[in-house]
């Protein structure tokens, strides 16, 4: 358009856009200078390692050495072997489920607080980050004392005369309520996110047309913040999806993950190639898994319309 | 569910239904320490066209929000028809809605947010789309179905949250100063629009205002809340030309203030000490010769003249002072006049037969009769 209208005046043309190609110059160079940092260290310490862990998918490792001769092995053995798959479906059910319990536990928590909080939501909001004040490890092995079979959970059901429960520690549930505790918090947080610019009034205006409550929140609420519900899924699903720390800890023989195989790879079996091949398998799975969420969601219908509109 | 088809019964058979439409009885609704809305008694005929005019902070949206449910009154009862629907939600009360922001569901197109109350209520899909047709040719929004709240003008999108108000054919419609966001020539077209969409459906509005202009034009009658109180309850024409208390003077039309001291009452009439002058004025509600009262005579009820005129003195006052400055409005002038005291007193006449030059002296002067005085 710019360039039609200067052509339609014709005098001073090429003056004219030699003006305007130095100021388009300069504002390539300052944005040169901001993003590129940022990008620069995506591609080194993100992309380049990706890029390393697909290209050794395709290679073969013999005693603790990699070769780089080309063959589609790691990827036969790995869906060919019914441990492996196993192993996958096991962390995609675990994956799955979570990220299902945290969605059910989070809502209610983070309607709460963007409700409700008031002046303390800020407060209420850093609280959810309150696991992470410490590190995963410690996490972990918190929830063990209070699992374990003389821990917490099994002392008062003594207490009460149910007995202790002999099987709660070292199973999948286990490790089920591990990677739940862990990562409930950024479910809530990104529900309450999409809260806090929730319009509440909507809910009003469903009421005095006819809507009693329930039937307001499936209207309005849910599909106006389908988009923190569906970035809380993403963020829970995926590294669950990967996680290994949580079931070798807490989750017993039943619960090895495609995860854990993996970390297995690159340590104590030394195949890397097999191991890099399971991680570009766990990452096409999360890309699935986002496209997913992704196709569910239609962006005009989750209250985006303002930047998608016109 | 079920007072919605007891509604559309009487939208049909057009009998049976009582004449008060709503009632209001004693209703007090506190926040805190502070009163929003102090015992109001109110009734509102079928049909009527009623607007609550008040300050902000006067009460009327809590007010209004009584009236929808969503907020519990602390005392008093709310009836519809002849339902008591004090402890009834929202929902249950068949009431329709438009607000100042127009509150429409952004995910939703223009004919989603208007059959919303329609889908709530279960309707059949024929009588929904019938209905549609309706208030979409009523609203003029032709064209427009598949638009999304963002893609609409606010004009449009104040009249899809009519349509979505009206859709369902409420017992009434309850307006939250639905125009107070749209510039000022839609606004008063949306005046016109509003009202006769009020009279062609019979349907009784309560309409929200803190603009006095938009409740004279618009309305029937008038409550003028303030405090949380109705300071006054009547007839449009009889709050404008008979304010019953200062507030009301000073609140609705525009008004002229005179403070001075009441001497004495003879032949119907007051007398009052006003900067070392008299008036005569009316006599003010419980009179108390020797109090302070308050004399506000509206910008019109003046008269303006080249100094020295030969109008009769009998039964006029007259204010000497010098024109300072005339603000031509088209159909009328504002003429600003200076008096003795250095005050300043607005004249609004005709702009037309008076060249009067600036800094020139003239005369203010005005039948007795006219204006109001209050106690203060």
Redesign the interface.
């Known amino acids: 358009m710019a360039r039609g209208s200067v052509s339609k005046g014709g005098l001073g043309t090429s003056a004219m856009t030699g003006i305007r190609s130095s100021l388009a110059r300069r504002g390539q160079f300052r944005f040169a200078c901001l993003a590129g940092p940022g990008a620069l260290f995506i591609v080194v310490a993100l992309l380049l390692p990706l890029l390393a862990i697909v290209v050794f998918s395709f290679w073969r490792t013999e005693s603790y050495e990699l070769y780089a001769d080309w063959n589609l092995d790691n990827y036969r053995v790995l869906l060919g072997e019914p441990a492996y798959r196993i192993f996958f479906l096991r962390s995609l059910a675990m994956a799955a489920a979570v990220s299902f319990v945290c969605l059910v536990f989070a809502w209610p928590i983070a309607y709460f607080i963007a409700k409700h909080g008031g002046r303390y939501r800020l407060l209420l909001v850093l609280l959810l980050a309150a696991p992470f004040f410490t590190g995963v490890i410690l996490r972990i092995t918190a929830l063990q004392g209070l699992l374990g079979p003389i821990g917490l959970v099994n002392m008062a059901l003594a207490e009460l005369g149910i007995g202790p429960v002999g099987m709660l520690m070292y199973t999948p549930l286990a490790a089920g309520l591990g990677l739940f505790y862990l990562f409930v918090p950024f479910m809530a947080t990104a529900i309450y996110l999409s809260l806090a610019n929730f319009n509440f009034e909507l809910l009003e205006v469903a009421k005095i047309n006819g809507a009693r409550p329930w039937r307001a929140f499936v209207e309005i609420t849910w599909p106006l913040n389908a988009i923190g519900t569906a970035i809380g899924l993403v963020l829970v699903f995926i590294p669950c999806l990967a996680s290994a720390l949580t079931q070798r800890f807490l989750g017993g023989p039943n619960a090895t993950s495609l995860g854990m195989s993996l970390a297995q790879q690159f340590g104590e079996t030394g195949t890397w190639a097999l191991g890099s091949a399971m991680g570009v398998f766990l990452f096409l799975a999360s890309l699935a898994g986002i496209l997913v969420v992704r196709r569910t969601i239609d962006l005009k219908r989750a209250g985006f319309t303002g930047a998608l509109g016109a | 569910?079920r007072n919605?088809g007891t509604c559309q019964q009487f939208v049909k058979a057009g009998t049976s239904v009582p004449d008060a439409v709503l009632k209001l009885q004693a209703i007090v609704k506190r926040f805190g320490t502070v009163t929003a809305v102090d015992r109001i008694d109110l009734t509102i005929e079928r049909g009527e066209f009623f607007a609550l005019l008040g300050p902000s902070g006067s009460g009327k949206t809590t007010m209004l929000r009584i009236i929808?449910?969503?907020e519990r009154p602390d005392e008093g009862g709310v009836f519809i028809g002849d339902r008591d629907v004090t402890a009834l939600?929202?929902?249950a009360?068949?009431?329709?809605?438009v607000?100042q922001?127009f509150?429409l569901?952004?995910?939703k197109t223009a004919a989603e947010n208007i059959v919303?109350?329609l889908r709530?209520?279960r309707l059949g899909r024929a009588e929904r789309d019938e209905r549609l047709a309706w208030a979409m040719s009523l609203m003029r929004l032709g064209g427009l179905e598949d638009r999304?709240?963002?893609?609409l003008s606010g004009g449009q999108q104040q009249r899809v949250a009519l349509a979505?108000g009206l859709i369902?054919r409420p017992a009434l419609l309850l307006l939250d100063e639905p125009l107070a966001n749209l510039d000022r020539e839609l606004r008063s077209e949306m005046e016109v629009e509003i009202r006769r969409y009020q009279k062609e459906l019979e349907l009784p509005f309560i309409y929200v205002t803190h603009n006095q202009e938009e409740a004279l034009t618009m309305s029937d009658r008038i409550a003028v809340m303030h405090n949380g109180a109705f300071e006054q309850i009547g007839a449009k024409t009889e709050i404008y030309t008979n304010p019953a208390t200062a507030f009301v003077a000073g609140f609705v039309g525009h008004s002229n203030r005179f403070e001075g001291k009441l001497v004495e009452i003879s032949g119907g009439l007051a007398r009052m000490a006003w900067q070392g002058d008299a008036m005569l004025v009316p006599v003010p509600r419980d009179p108390r010769p020797g109090g302070a009262i308050l004399f506000a005579i509206k910008f019109e009820d003046l008269e303006i003249a080249r100094a020295p005129d030969g109008v009769d003195r009998t039964g006029r006052n007259r204010l000497a002072g010098t024109l300072r400055d005339v603000i031509f409005k088209g159909q009328t002038a504002n003429y600003i006049v200076a008096l003795g005291d250095g005050s300043e007193i607005t004249i609004s006449s005709a702009p037309r037969g008076l060249d009067l030059r600036m800094s020139e002296p003239v005369i203010v002067h005005w039948p007795v009769a006219r204006g109001a005085t209050f106690h203060v």
């Open positions: 569910m919605a929808a449910g969503l939600p929202p929902y009360r068949h009431v329709g809605m607000f922001n509150l569901f952004p995910h919303f109350p709530m209520q999304y709240p963002n893609e979505r369902s």
